[in-house]
């Protein structure tokens, strides 16, 4: 007998493809998949448990899922992912409405699981993550045009601050080939702008030690019928000059570097246990501008961190006051349980982190304004995504907005534009942060 299965993704790209994977073995089992819980049989929720604002995120939607059960509108309720993974007893306890879980390791165990939950077995599935499984199928959710490869699961960076690596275990590149033929599938159905993900891209194949680089990789994809190939993350000791050559030569790689930095200050990285100082930041945006001037950088950075005072703060500030890094996330430091971090002394006081946070906002929104303006007069290769009817204009992504982090260009046209193609958009003006123009005919 087939259920009706309903599944939300939290979280990140990564945690995404993890979904996509479920819903694939579920259709592959004979069940029906929706992305509406309410009259579905079982919610599969994928949740991250990366920070605390994840967290929160994560158990405010497993009790806006419990109260669909409770009013008789959704049978059984399975949680997966990070949260169960780092907060199994927990859950078990406190959390009563879940009926079952599955661990980050047990991605590949859906079906099993919602077959015993549907018999009234309280299922929790944690396998070893370091055998997870990320080869199968998948059922790509993200629209027709753009699509992620995920190319290594989990991380071994081991940065004082983060516990990605006890969620999701050690770097694990995957198969060079498996990844094409997965590539190859995606350009077939029509993907135009390929996504490659990891927690760090740069180390691709260093484990596997069969050759195969990040640069090898690219270089293969870059074969594939995509219009356009996005890089996330790159950690900047890795990043090699052969890696730099690659990006710069081919085509189809878009001149958008996704660095995530953290901080600039030569004590505050080292604390992180970083391996990079700032001299090498700024030696490596050098080499990255000169080798492509056009150059986009999105970066995250993180205020309070243990042993920022004003001084270090204020260094951050004018680091990115003069770098003008164009897409920036800041996040407040969030002491999490098990890092190395949360015990470490010169802890900053909430309040005062945050209200550092609001102060690179605001410095970054400024940087942001400049560099639409530098902007004007030029034409943008733009992926159009349709149009919206807020707006009253077409809007899409030119080489410097990635998916869902970034922001869009909206555009007048003559002709209705379909959604997936590429046009030319001379941009005129920006509002709300938005670069805005016309399509050149």
Known sequence: MGYKIAFVSLGCSKNLINTEQMM?????????????????????????????????????????????????KLQKLLVAGCLPQRYR???????????????????????????????????????????????????VTTPPWTAFLKIAEGCS?????????????????????ALLAEAKSLAERGVKELIVIAQDITRYGQDRKDGTSLATLLNELCKLDFHWIRLHYLYPEAVTGELIETMARQKKILHYVDIPIQHCNDGILKSMRRRNTKQDLLDLF???RQAMPDVIFRTSLICGLPGEGEAEFEELCEFLQEQKLQ????????????????????????????????????LQSRIMDQWNESQLG?????????????AGLWAGRSYADSAEVDGRVLFTSPEPVEAGRFVWVRITGSAGGELTGQILE
């Not at 859950?91 to 079906?111: F, H, K, N, R, W």
């Not at 960076?157 to 770097?171: E, K, M, S, W």
């Not at 920036?328 to 190395?340: A, D, I, K, N």
């Not at 030029?378 to 807020?390: A, I, K």
């Open 286 to 288: 050098a080499k990255l």
């Open 24 to 72: 694939a073995l579920c259709r592959q089992a004979g069940h029906q998949i929706t992305g509406e819980a309410e009259g579905a049989d079982v919610a599969v929720l994928n949740t991250c448990g990366f920070i605390e604002s994840a967290k929160i995120e994560a158990i405010d939607s497993i009790l806006q899922l419990a109260q669909l059960k409770q009013e008789g």
């Open 157 to 177: 960076n081991a940065c004082a601050f983060c516990v990605i690596p006890r969620i999701r275990g050690p770097y694990r590149s995957r198969k060079q080939e």
């Open 89 to 139: 007893e927990d859950i078990a306890q406190e959390l009563p409405e879940v009926d079952g879980m599955l661990g980050a390791g047990s991605y590949t165990d859906v079906v099993r699981a919602v077959e015993n939950v549907m018999a009234g077995g309280r299922p929790e599935y944690f396998e070893d993550v370091r055998k997870a499984y990320d080869d199968g199928e998948r059922v």
């Open 378 to 390: 030029r034409t943008l290769e733009v992926l159009c995504e349709g149009f919206d009817s807020q």
């Open 327 to 362: 897409r920036v996330g800041v996040f407040q430091f969030s002491p999490e349980e098990g890092t190395l971090a949360a015990k470490m002394e010169g802890q900053v006081d909430p309040e005062t982190a945050g209200h550092r946070v609001e102060l690179l906002l605001d």
